[in-house]
């Protein structure tokens, strides 16, 4: 038997009044880079081409962002597609610019950040026109 919560059951109501809704989905995307990033960066502190702070708080605000993400708050999605952008953009040309003086496993970890993120960016695109043609 499923055990429901009145917030619960009122989350689910509500998402499912947003035609394809991928918050839950991006939320946790941006969770995992984060934690990837949380790996990397002692083993390869230049993970990315900047301070270790700014990483870090790269990291945070990924988190912020995960934690802000909701079906009743269409700035949320739209703040979640820019850094998704942002982050494909950043991390997609690090890898390339980087490849050949950086080890292959780097290499790697960077382009997996980038797919991460070109997918957080797909779902919140496709959120944003879900949430834009509601009825």
Do not use: C
């Not at 947003?18 to 880079?33: S, T």
């Not at 962002?65 to 982050?87: E, F, I, N, Q």
């Not at 690090?94 to 950040?113: H, K, P």
Request: aromatic share 8%.
């Amino acid at each position: 038997m499923r055990d429901s919560t009145p917030i619960a059951e009122a989350l689910q109501t509500q998402t499912k009044k947003i035609p394809h809704y991928y918050g839950d989905e991006v939320r946790g995307l941006l969770i995992a880079i984060a934690v990837i990033s949380t790996i990397a960066i002692p083993i390869w502190k230049n993970f990315l081409p900047v301070s270790i702070a700014i990483q870090v708080g790269i990291i945070v605000i990924l988190v912020i962002l995960a934690g802000l993400t909701s079906p009743d708050k269409r700035w949320t999605m739209t703040l979640d597609a820019g850094a998704a952008a942002v982050g494909v953009t950043a991390f997609e040309a690090t890898a390339v610019i980087y490849y050949q003086d950086s080890s292959m496993i780097l290499f790697l970890v960077r382009e997996v950040v980038a797919l991460l993120f070109l997918s957080a960016l797909y779902f919140s695109i496709k959120t944003l026109r879900g949430m834009a043609t509601k009825i």
